[in-house]
């Protein structure tokens, strides 16, 4: 089977062309693709970092780079809970909901883009069948290894 008639293969070159287009535009910012979406993540009344890394799908340890480059630019502060000391939650600074709403601005315009060249009727099938997708790999990932890993 030729690579343009798999899934992976239009999942993984779409997202490889927005990944490169949202670092073009973050990086005028002096932001990645990464800060901006942590950034998003962030709500005003602060947010768990545990809560972060999944919704994200980021690693804990790379998270946690993330963060400290963003306390060392002051975008972020941490603040530990009072009555639980092991709980942090994460709030943006002035200059971080700054860099918040260029990160937005750019998510924003994209989508307004797509949508008027692709029609929301076009991206309605998108999202179900990727929501397929995701629901599949969620339910039956350990049966789709274990199909693979016979057929290999």
Known sequence: M???KTVDFHIKTSWYAI???????????DM????GFVLLHIDKEGTSATKIAPALGLEARSLTRMLKTL???KWIRREANYQDKRI?????TDLGKK???QARQGVL???ELVYERVGPEKLGVLFEVLESVNELLAQ???HILDQLNTDA
């Open 2 to 4: 030729k690579a343009e």
């Open 19 to 29: 990944s490169r287009m949202y670092n073009t535009y973050a990086a005028q910012f």
């Open 32 to 35: 990645t693709m990464a800060i």
């Open 71 to 73: 306390e060392d630019k």
């Open 88 to 92: 942090v939650k994460i709030f943006l």
């Open 99 to 101: 860099k918040r709403d």
């Open 109 to 111: 315009l994209f989508n």
């Open 140 to 142: 039956d990932t350990g």
